[in-house]
């Protein structure tokens, strides 16, 4: 269940490394990164999906944990976790946001 969560959230499964190889097959690589480019666009929208997901869950069990008293909530518990989700998608999105405006505007 873990490998194809991993394949959904992870376009960097279909791009090659460009650091190996002779100079004919490092051009090679960055041409079929940049072929691929538009998983890139595809799979920023599944975070942003999951993020959106995220922000709503994590203010819902903030609501539901605001109520209580003294011990630490289950309800915070899930806002915090939730919270750190968020924060590691807005990462996601950056890094995949830069690897497409690299790969969209230089040519090798």
Known sequence: MLQVLWRFFSPFRMMKD?????????????????????????????????CSVAIVLTAYF?????????????FVLLAAACGTFIACAICMLFVMAYAYVYLTHNDW
Not at 21 to 42: C, D, I, K, T
Not at 63 to 74: P, V
Request: charged residues 20%; contains cysteine; hydrophobic residues 35%.
């Open 18 to 50: 460009v650091n190996r190889g002779s100079f004919e097959e490092r051009v090679a690589a960055y041409r079929h990164n940049r072929s691929m480019r538009g998983e890139l666009s595809a799979c920023m929208g599944r975070w942003a999906l999951s």
């Open 62 to 74: 903030d609501a539901l944990g605001s109520g209580g008293s003294g011990a630490l909530s289950i």
